[in-house]
Nanobody
Framework: QVQLVESGGGLVQAGGSLRLSCAASGRTFGTYAMAWFRQAPGKGREFVAAINWSGGSTHYADSVKGRFTISRDNAKNTVYLQMNSLNSEDTAVYYC???????????????????WGQGTQVTVSA
C-alpha cells in the first residue's frame, strides 16, 4: 500500500517554472515506478512523464519533452516534476501515480497505475 501526496502547484506566468513534489508513504517506495499525469478542464487524464524504480530510465509525453524533467529521491520517498517554459496548455490538475510494473520499467497509461495522489492544480496565465 502506498499513499501519495502532491504539492508545489500554483499560479505562474507563461514562460515561468514550477517544481511539483510527490511524497510517498511506505517502505517499498524504491521498488515502484512513478509517473505524473494531468487533467485539463473538460479533458481526460493524460500521461506526462514516468520514471523507473532507480531513476535511471525516464519517458515523456511529446508535449512536455525538453521542458519537463521527472526525477526521484528514494531516500526521501519523493518524486519530482520540474516544469520549465510553461504555457497555457499546461494548465491542469497534476497527479502522481505509483505501481510495480509487471512487464516493463514503467507504464504510460492510467490503467498501469494502482496508486494515485489527490492532485495539485497548476495554472499558467498568459
Amino acid at each position: 500500500q502506498v499513499q501519495l501526496v502532491e504539492s508545489g502547484g500554483g499560479l505562474v506566468q507563461a514562460g515561468g517554472s514550477l517544481r511539483l513534489s510527490c511524497a510517498a508513504s511506505g517502505r517499498t517506495f524504491g521498488t515502484y515506478a512513478m509517473a505524473w499525469f494531468r487533467q485539463a478542464p473538460g479533458k481526460g487524464r493524460e500521461f506526462v512523464a514516468a520514471i523507473n524504480w532507480s531513476g535511471g530510465s525516464t519517458h515523456y509525453a511529446d508535449s512536455v519533452k525538453g521542458r519537463f524533467t521527472i526525477s526521484r529521491d528514494n531516500a526521501k520517498n519523493t518524486v519530482y516534476l520540474q516544469m520549465n517554459s510553461l504555457n497555457s496548455e499546461d494548465t491542469a490538475v497534476y497527479y502522481c501515480a505509483a505501481d510495480i510494473p509487471p512487464y516493463s520499467e514503467y507504464g504510460v497509461h492510467e490503467g498501469d497505475y494502482e496508486y494515485w495522489g489527490q492532485g495539485t492544480q497548476v495554472t499558467v496565465s498568459a
